[in-house]
């Protein structure tokens, strides 16, 4: 784990301040160097501060591309979508701006809708400057989930899939995820965490042992991209 940097802050405001400064320098760079910029972010409770924090930040947003690392299977208008959570909590303010490409489309389930996905998500800048996951309790990122009927198709590095549906067995809804290919297709991956149970199970996950038991280590065990773990209290 030689790409991992874990950076520690004492509460949640400091870890979100610092954060949010990083992803806007980032961002920055990635206009100035290439005329535009990609950031991948996840859904969930966590990473609302940082939307927030985010939002405000001075940017040529225009520029910036914004989509999420994994969908539930819901109407964006719906509570349990991530797209709802990422307008309501991100594309406000100085972002309102930035172009936002959702992975919910109108068919019937993720499995009809892989390919219309993938079509909307290639028109992004590719590699992703940014991709922001998060980590469950169970040690899933995205919708990678442990027993997952489709995680061994979803973690194949000779997928040329950029997006995968996939059924958790223990989680409502059927979703659509990021394959771990377009994962690691990012110059950078920031791992976002809060909470001592978080840490723990992060502990747990550095652990040398199966991947598909507890999905992030598919992240923190490769060596191609720079992993930063975020984490506070």
């Known amino acids: 784990m ?23 320098d980032l961002l920055k760079k990635g206009i100035e160097a290439r005329g535009q910029a990609s950031l991948a972010v996840s859904g969930g409770s966590t990473p609302i501060p940082l939307f ?6 001075e940017l040529e947003w225009k520029k910036v591309s914004i989509t999420l690392v994994d969908e539930r299977w819901v109407a964006p208008d719906e509570q349990d979508s991530n797209e709802r959570l990422v307008r ?10 930035a172009r936002f490409v959702g992975m919910k489309t109108p068919d019937a389930s993720a ?16 590699p992703l400057d940014l991709l922001i996951l998060g980590m469950g309790n169970d040690g899933h990122t995205a919708s990678l ?4 009927d489709a995680l061994q198709e979803a973690v194949s590095m000779d997928s ?12 409502p809804h059927e979703r659509m995820t990021l394959t771990l290919p377009a994962i690691l297709n990012s110059r950078r991956i920031i791992l976002h965490l809060t909470g001592e149970q978080k840490r723990e199970v992060y502990a747990q996950a550095c652990k040398d042992e199966p991947p598909e ?12 991209i720079p992993v930063a773990v975020y984490w506070a209290p």
């Open 145 to 148: 989930f442990p027993g997952a």
């Open 88 to 97: 309501q909590h991100l594309l406000q303010g100085q972002a309102a701006e």
């Open 52 to 57: 927030e924090a985010l939002s405000e930040v």
């Open 160 to 171: 040329d899939k950029l997006c995968i549906s996939i059924s958790p067995s223990h989680a």
């Open 213 to 224: 038991e507890m999905p992030i280590r598919y992240i923190l065990n490769q060596n191609q």
């Open 111 to 126: 499995r009809a809708g892989e390919t219309p996905c993938a079509a909307a998500l290639s028109r992004i800048p590719w």
């Open 2 to 24: 030689k790409n991992i940097q874990f950076l520690e802050f004492g509460d949640t405001a400091g870890l979100v301040e610092e954060l949010a400064e990083r992803i806007g």
